[in-house]
C-alpha cells in the first residue's frame, strides 16, 4: 500500500465541522435581549453565531404575540423559511419567545412549521431540545417559571455596535392590562439580583460600551428582597427598589449612560425621578405609556390610574427634570371607546406635547381579559382613522420638540456612522433624540461630544461639533 492511501482521515473527517444558528428577533427590547441570552447558551453548546440563512443549521426566531400583525409577520417568515428547509433537510427551525408561549404544540402539530418550540422561561433546555431534535423527534418546552431570571448567564452581544446595550433587569408582568397578552406568554413578574445586574454594567464598560439600558415590563415594581406588600423577605440581605437600583447603576461609572424601559404611570415614584435628576448620567427620558387619555377607557384597560394622575405624573416629571424628554404608547379604538373618549387621547396629547409615540390601533388578543369581558366593538375603519389622527397630531409635536432642540448644545454619545452617509456620525442625546453630525478626526463611536443643533427634521436633528 502506498503511503498515500494510508486509512488515515482526510482533512475533513478529522475537522468536526462547527455547527451554527442564526436568530432573528421580533418585537420589544426584552426580546432583543432574551436573544443574546440564547446566544450564549448556543455557544456553550458549541454552536457557532451567523448572520446567512443559508449557513445555519438551526435558525431561531424569537416572536412577539402582543398584535396580531406581530403574529402575521413571524408565520410569513416561517413559511418562507419551510419553503427552504425543503431543499435544506437537515436546518432545524425553533420558535421561541412569547408566540412559543401563546401557542406551544400548535405550531409543531397543525401547522407542521417548525421543529422546535421554547418560551420565555425555557431557554436554559435549548441543549437538550435541540437533542431530542436531532434524534428526529419533535420538541417543545413552554414551562413558566416563577424564579428564573438567566441572571447568572452571561450575554452575548448579537448586532451590537459595542457602545449600547440592554441588560434585563426583570421578567414577566403581573399588570393584567386587559388588552395586554404579555401576562400570559411571560409570565408572573420577578427581579433579578442587584448584584447580577451591577456586574453585568461593570463589565460591558470595561469592555467599552458607554450605555445601558436596564428593561423590564415595567421597571417601577423592581424589587430585591421585597414582597409585593413591601415586607423585607430576608433580613441579613438589602432591599433594592428600582430607584435604587438606578443610583447603583449610575454609580458604576460617570461615564455609563443609564437607560431605562418601560416605567408605569401606577408605580413612577418621585424618588425615582429624583434620583434620575441627581446623576447626569441617568438619561433624561422617560417613556410613560398612557394608553388613552379618558378614565372611563383607562379603567377598561385595567391600567390603574386615571388620566388626572397619569397628568400628575407628567407634571412631576417637568417639575423635578424640566429637560427631560417624554415619550408614550397609545392604542385607539379600544372596547366602546366613543369619539369623545377618543378626544379625550387627542387633548391629553395636546396637554403633554410628547416628545416620541408608539400608536397603535386596538387588536383583540386571545385570553385576555378583554377578549374575555369585552367586546371589540369598535370596527376597523374607525380604530384606523383615530389612529391617523393620533399619529398626525403627534407628528406635529414630535417636529416641535425637535425645533425646540434648534440653537441649543447637546452632549451626544457616538452609536456610529451615519446610515446615509460615511462622512457623518450618529448619536444621540441624553433625551433620546437621534443627532448627525460631520465627523471629525479622532473621533470614534463610544466618545462624548459636544453637538450644536442647527436644523432638524421631525425624526432627527443634524448640527455640528463645538
Ligand atoms: N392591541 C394594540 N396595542 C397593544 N399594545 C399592547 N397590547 C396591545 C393590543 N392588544 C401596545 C401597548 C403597549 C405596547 C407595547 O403595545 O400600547 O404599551
Ligand atoms: Fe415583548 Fe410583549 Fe411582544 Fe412578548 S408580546 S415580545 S413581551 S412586546
Not at 441588560?167 to 448584584?195: A, H, Q
Amino acid at each position: 500500500m502506498s503511503e498515500m492511501s494510508t486509512e488515515a482521515p482526510t482533512r475533513q473527517e478529522v475537522v468536526k465541522e462547527e455547527k451554527k444558528f442564526m436568530i432573528e428577533s421580533y418585537g420589544c427590547q426584552m426580546n432583543f435581549s432574551d436573544s443574546e441570552i440564547v446566544a450564549s447558551i448556543m455557544q456553550d453548546k458549541g454552536y457557532a453565531i451567523t448572520k446567512d440563512e443559508d449557513d445555519a443549521d438551526v435558525i431561531f426566531l424569537n416572536t412577539c404575540s402582543i398584535r396580531e400583525k406581530a403574529e402575521q409577520t413571524v408565520r410569513n417568515r416561517l413559511v418562507h423559511l419551510r419553503t427552504n428547509k425543503a431543499s435544506k433537510k437537515k436546518l432545524k427551525i425553533g420558535v421561541l419567545g412569547c408566540m412559543a408561549e401563546r401557542l406551544k404544540s400548535k405550531l409543531l402539530d397543525e401547522e407542521k412549521l417548525v421543529d422546535m418550540v421554547v418560551g420565555p422561561d425555557a431557554y436554559r433546555d435549548i441543549p437538550n431540545l435541540l437533542d431530542e431534535v436531532e434524534g428526529g423527534q419533535k420538541a417543545v418546552n413552554v414551562l413558566l417559571s416563577r424564579e428564573e431570571t438567566y441572571a447568572d448567564i452571561n450575554p452575548v452581544r448579537i448586532n451590537q455596535d459595542g457602545v449600547t446595550a440592554f441588560v434585563s433587569i426583570m421578567r414577566g408582568c403581573d399588570n393584567m392590562c386587559s388588552f395586554c397578552v404579555v401576562p400570559f406568554t411571560r409570565g408572573r413578574e420577578r427581579s433579578r439580583d442587584p448584584k447580577t445586574i451591577v456586574k453585568e454594567c461593570q463589565d460591558l464598560f470595561a469592555q467599552g460600551y458607554k450605555e445601558v439600558t436596564l428593561l423590564g415590563q415595567n421597571v417601577d415594581s423592581y424589587r430585591w428582597n421585597l414582597t409585593s406588600k413591601g415586607e423585607v423577605k430576608n433580613t441579613d440581605e438589602p432591599t433594592v427598589n428600582f430607584a435604587q437600583l438606578l443610583e447603583m447603576v449610575a454609580l458604576v461609572d460617570q461615564d455609563l449612560r443609564v437607560r431605562f424601559s418601560t416605567s408605569h404611570p401606577k408605580d413612577m415614584t418621585d424618588e425615582v425621578l429624583h434620583t434620575m435628576a441627581k446623576y447626569e448620567n441617568i438619561c433624561k427620558y422617560i417613556h410613560l405609556p398612557v394608553q388613552s387619555g379618558n378614565t372611563e377607557i383607562l379603567k377598561k384597560m385595567n391600567r390603574g390610574y386615571t388620566r388626572e394622575w397619569y397628568l400628575q405624573r407628567i407634571a412631576a416629571i417637568k417639575e423635578i427634570m424640566p429637560t427631560c424628554a417624554i415619550s408614550t404608547d397609545i392604542i385607539t379604538g379600544f372596547c366602546s371607546e366613543t369619539e369623545a373618549q377618543h378626544q379625550d387621547t387627542l387633548s391629553l396629547m395636546q396637554q403633554v406635547e410628547y416628545d416620541f409615540a408608539y400608536m397603535f390601533f386596538y387588536s383583540e388578543r386571545p385570553k385576555t381579559l378583554a377578549e374575555r369581558k369585552y367586546e371589540d366593538d369598535v370596527p376597523l375603519d374607525v380604530k384606523k382613522k383615530r389612529l391617523q389622527e393620533v399619529i398626525a397630531l403627534q407628528s406635529k409635536h414630535g417636529l416641535k420638540s425637535n425645533e425646540r432642540a434648534v440653537g441649543k448644545t447637546f452632549k451626544v454619545l457616538i452609536e456610529g456612522y451615519s446610515k446615509r452617509s460615511d462622512q457623518h456620525f450618529y448619536g444621540r442625546n441624553s433625551q433620546n433624540a437621534v443627532v448627525i453630525f460631520e465627523k471629525a478626526k479622532g473621533l470614534q463611536k463610544g466618545d462624548y461630544v459636544q453637538v450644536k443643533v442647527t436644523s432638524c427634521t421631525s425624526a432627527t436633528l443634524m448640527g455640528e461639533l463645538v
